[in-house]
């Protein structure tokens, strides 16, 4: 299994910006489909986004248009630009990685992102 380790979250107003980025160690991020996850308070799980190691993308409905995922491989980091905020974006984001091959999935420990004026 390889490490996950987000960075970048906090406490913004409505309207606002953040970016999260997730570093990945113990393997090569090109082998990995990367993943972006949240949890809000008293709800499951649900994906944010996903990039495919060729930059393919999808998003969740709630992500499109206000959310971009990107990855830079050379620095085996995947990112979470989030634009124009919301309060029910207020979650725990996860990193996800699932090896293309192997189908091996890890999850970083989480990140909280608090929206509120």
């Known amino acids: 299994q390889v490490q996950l380790v987000e960075s970048g979250g906090g406490l913004v107003q409505p309207e606002e910006s953040l970016r999260l980025a997730c570093e990945l160690s113990?393997?090569?991020?090109?082998?990995?489909?990367m993943a972006w996850y949240r949890q809000r308070p008293g709800k499951q799980r649900e994906l944010v986004a996903s990039?495919?190691?060729?930059?393919?993308?999808t998003y969740a409905v709630f992500a499109s248009g206000r959310f971009a995922i990107s990855r830079v491989n050379a620095k085996s980091t995947v990112y979470l630009q989030m634009n124009n905020l919301k309060p029910e974006d207020t979650a725990v984001y996860y990193c996800?990685?699932?090896?293309?091959?192997?189908?091996?999935?890890?999850w970083g420990q989480g990140i909280q992102v608090t929206v509120s004026s």
């Open positions: 113990g393997n090569s991020e090109s082998l990995y489909t």
């Open positions: 990039a495919t190691y060729n930059n393919f993308y």
């Open positions: 996800n990685a699932v090896h293309r091959i192997y189908d091996t999935e890890s």
